[in-house]
Nanobody
Framework: QVQLVESGGGLVQAGGSLRLSCAAS?????KGWFRQVPGKEREFVAA????????YYADSVKGRFTISRDNAKNTVYLQMNSLKPEDTAVYYC?????????????????WGQGTQVTVSS
């Protein structure tokens, strides 16, 4: 069992930046970030392997978002730059006890409560 707590969401103007954090109660999990808007399915954003050696991004955020992790702090980050109004969503952190990169939401075992990101035009 692992608990995940996201933070760092908020309101920002288009073109601005935010950094999301996901603190885990235990180490050793592959992590992913997903986002969801009302009425739509949860969308993959980025994922990082347990060691941090493998990373994968959705095409919609590639070049703008950066996922990283600090295993000493059991924390994963999502640096979001050049934000667009279409990035507005609730962002969720997820964890899976595996070695690789996990991009499918159904494969994640644990989820945080989510943090709202709103980008104004």
């Amino acid at each position: 069992q692992v608990q995940l707590v996201e933070s760092g969401g908020g309101l920002v103007q288009a073109g601005g930046s935010l950094r999301l954090s996901c603190a885990a109660s235990r180490r050793g999990y592959a992590k992913g970030w997903f986002r969801q808007v009302p009425g739509k399915e949860r969308e993959f954003v980025a994922a990082i392997s347990r060691s941090g050696g493998s990373i994968y991004y959705a095409d919609s955020v590639k070049g703008r978002f950066t996922i990283s992790r600090d295993n000493a702090k059991n924390t994963v980050y999502l640096q979001m730059n050049s934000l667009k109004p279409e990035d507005t969503a609730v962002y969720y952190c997820a964890a899976d006890f595996t070695d690789g990169v996990v991009v499918l939401s159904r494969e994640y075992d644990y989820w945080g409560q989510g943090t709202q990101v709103t980008v104004s035009s």
